[in-house]
């Protein structure tokens, strides 16, 4: 098996119940961040991680997403008849980010169900999964972390992020021992969505894994956990007993965008830092705060 991490796996094929009613006609992953959807930061992530191979787990009511990283013909043609280069630019460079790829979760059967469909895909090689609502900025350099790790030590590796103790029941939830590298911890068990009361650490599970293939092996002998769904968690304490497993831990750039006000968080971050609209918009932010009085 190659030490190198050149595919990702991004799953999408979730309903997106958190962002009724936009999510009931277009996809969650589609929530665009100014003028660009959530999925092709995800995509971006992926690329700048090293990644050149993605295969997007997509579902029936998620064709949109196909669209977004197809070619479109006679739209490219028509911003060359109005000399609108920079916008053909944009609409033909993103279909040629990375070799992307699709298939369907048939049916809604939990992450690690979702997971275990690029198996096929994936073949004999270790892979990174991004969940496709969640945005880690550039300068937190998370994958980027996490694919150092695996390439020095070898192990499948999860990011972890301390939370709130109140908020640990919405994620999986590790304990950990240390290991003698700057972020790294060794974890010891994880449990998905546990109360707070039980919850072992706050230290939770954040929507970035890398995995060797041997995950595959432990999803398919996973039965459904929390929520009556196979859970990725439920895998990984499987492969626990067999290998070891690193956590990357970071605190920092971060934004759910399931999650609305991480959502309008994400926005308001990502366009400040845009030079073409992050200093009007900044403007506009300061004066809104001055006289709703919320500075
Ligand atoms: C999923 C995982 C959970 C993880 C979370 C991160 O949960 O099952 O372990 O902590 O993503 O966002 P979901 O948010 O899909 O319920």
């Known amino acids: 098996m190659s030490n190198s991490v050149r595919k990702a796996v991004i799953p999408a094929a979730g309903f997106g119940t958190r962002f009724l009613p936009?999510?009931?006609?277009?996809?969650?992953?589609?929530?665009?961040?100014?003028?660009?959807?959530?999925?092709?930061?995800?995509?971006?992530?992926?690329?700048?991680?090293?990644?050149?191979?993605?295969?997007?787990?997509?579902?029936?009511?998620?064709?949109?997403?196909?669209?977004?990283?197809?070619?479109?013909?006679?739209?490219?043609?028509?911003?060359?008849?109005?000399?609108?280069?920079?916008?053909?630019?944009?609409?033909?460079?993103?279909?040629?980010?990375?070799?992307?790829?699709?298939?369907?979760?048939?049916?809604?059967?939990?992450?690690?169900?979702?997971?275990?469909?690029?198996?096929?895909?994936?073949?004999?090689?270790?892979?990174?999964v991004l969940l496709g609502d969640d945005i880690m900025h550039e300068r937190a350099g998370v994958l980027k972390g996490m694919v150092d790790a695996f390439e020095t030590h070898g192990s499948a590796v999860v990011a972890l992020m301390e939370v709130d103790p109140s908020e640990i029941g919405s994620y999986g939830c590790a304990s950990t021992e240390d290991f003698a590298a700057d972020r790294l911890v060794k974890v010891t068990g994880m449990v998905e969505k546990p109360s707070p009361e039980v919850a072992p650490s706050n230290l939770a599970v954040m929507g970035r894994y890398i995995f060797t293939p041997s995950i595959f092996g432990e999803i398919e002998q996973t039965t459904p956990g929390v929520g009556g769904e196979i859970q990725i968690t439920d895998a990984m304490v499987a492969l626990l007993a067999k290998e070891q497993l690193l956590g990357y831990t970071f605190s920092d750039g971060r934004f759910d965008t399931g999650k609305k006000i991480d959502y309008l968080r994400a926005v308001v971050e990502l366009a400040l830092e845009r030079p073409d609209v992050g200093p009007e918009f900044g403007s506009f932010l300061a004066e809104i705060c001055q006289r709703e009085g919320l500075v």
């Open 22 to 128: 936009f999510s009931k006609s277009v996809p969650k992953e589609m929530l665009p961040i100014v003028d660009t959807p959530v999925i092709q930061f995800i995509v971006a992530e992926a690329v700048a991680a090293g990644m050149t191979d993605i295969l997007i787990i997509t579902s029936r009511h998620k064709k949109v997403m196909e669209d977004h990283f197809d070619r479109f013909g006679e739209l490219e043609a028509a911003l060359v008849d109005k000399g609108k280069q920079a916008e053909f630019d944009q609409i033909v460079d993103l279909t040629k980010m990375a070799d992307i790829h699709f298939v369907r979760q048939g049916e809604a059967k939990g992450l690690g169900h979702a997971i275990g469909m690029a198996s096929a895909h994936v073949g004999n090689e270790p892979f990174a």
